[in-house]
């Protein structure tokens, strides 16, 4: 598994250094230069699926997908070797999953809006057959750099009203909400055994893309794959 960070030499501008989306803006010879090098330094064995992150709850089996299909997803599971998981994040929560067993991981994309729509329920469906698992929440705002309004707190708290403690007052109908905070507890109340938290912040972070931050920005990626 690994996160990438914004350092590299392929993409200029707003988006400098190693953005790896082809859907924000950059140069697409520049992202195409900056996704060989990445599989070329971890030495993939196969091109990662990029998906068409759409903010819901699909999650696909990177396996049983064609190499040049972009699947529309928020995940993607792989339960053998050849297949590399990935999605693309620059505030929302990256999730992995793994089997304790060995047998399967998963990556998840995580915004406010999944986590609604059940992105999370479903990566833990997808891996049921496999037991116990294991996350790891990646790179992503933190709830000191993000507010929201009564929409997307009432939105959240429709899902699962136990993420009430995870949002602060900040002024007239305006929330801090912690959304690694809100992917712990509902991964836990899934039955994920353990769940690590990287308390890396996206947005203080310099190292990541944000959109809060910066709004034209790339994307950090953040892959799984079984050797």
């Given at each position: 598994?690994?996160?990438?960070?914004?350092?590299?030499?392929?993409?200029?501008?707003?988006?400098?250094?190693?953005?790896?989306?082809?859907?924000?803006?950059?140069?697409?010879?520049?992202?195409?230069?900056?996704?060989?090098?990445?599989?070329?330094t971890?030495?993939?064995?196969?091109?990662?699926?990029?998906?068409?992150?759409?903010?819901?709850?699909?999650?696909?089996?990177?396996?049983?997908?064609?190499?040049?299909?972009?699947?529309?997803?928020?995940?993607a599971?792989?339960?053998?070797p050849?297949?590399?998981?990935?999605?693309?994040?620059?505030?929302?929560?990256?999730?992995?999953?793994?089997?304790?067993?060995?047998?399967?991981?998963?990556?998840?994309?995580?915004?406010?809006?999944?986590?609604?729509?059940g992105?999370?329920?479903?990566?833990?469906a997808?891996?049921?057959?496999?037991?116990?698992?294991?996350a790891?929440?990646?790179?992503?705002?933190?709830?000191?750099?993000?507010?929201?309004?009564d929409?997307v707190?009432?939105?959240?708290?429709?899902?699962?009203?136990?993420?009430?403690?995870?949002f602060?007052?900040?002024?007239r109908?305006h929330?801090?909400?912690d959304?690694?905070?809100?992917?712990?507890?509902?991964?836990?109340?899934?039955g994920?055994?353990?769940?690590?938290?990287?308390?890396?912040?996206?947005?203080?972070?310099?190292?990541?893309?944000?959109?809060?931050?910066?709004?034209?920005t790339?994307?950090n990626?953040?892959?799984?794959?079984?050797?």
């Open positions: 598994c690994c996160v990438t960070t914004r350092h590299g030499r392929g993409s200029e501008g707003s988006y400098a250094g190693f953005n790896l989306a082809t859907h924000v803006g950059d140069d697409a010879s520049a992202v195409a230069l900056n996704r060989r090098t990445l599989a070329a971890l030495g993939l064995s196969s091109e990662p699926l990029w998906l068409h992150q759409v903010h819901g709850a699909s999650v696909v089996d990177a396996c049983r997908v064609s190499r040049h299909e972009v699947p529309a997803a928020d995940g599971v792989a339960f053998a050849g297949a590399v998981c990935v999605v693309l994040t620059a505030d929302c929560v990256p999730v992995v999953l793994a089997a304790r067993n060995g047998a399967a991981v998963a990556v998840l994309h995580a915004g406010w809006r999944g986590i609604a729509a992105i999370l329920d479903a990566g833990v997808a891996l049921a057959s496999v037991g116990a698992l294991d790891w929440v990646g790179p992503a705002i933190s709830a000191t750099h993000y507010e929201v309004g929409d707190r009432t939105a959240l708290l429709s899902s699962d009203p136990r993420f009430a403690r995870r602060q007052p900040a002024g109908d929330w801090m909400a959304l690694p905070g809100m992917v712990h507890d509902r991964l836990r109340e899934l994920v055994a353990t769940v690590t938290l990287s308390a890396l912040c996206s947005f203080a972070d310099s190292r990541f893309y944000s959109y809060r931050r910066d709004t034209v790339g994307r990626a953040t892959l799984v794959w079984l050797e």
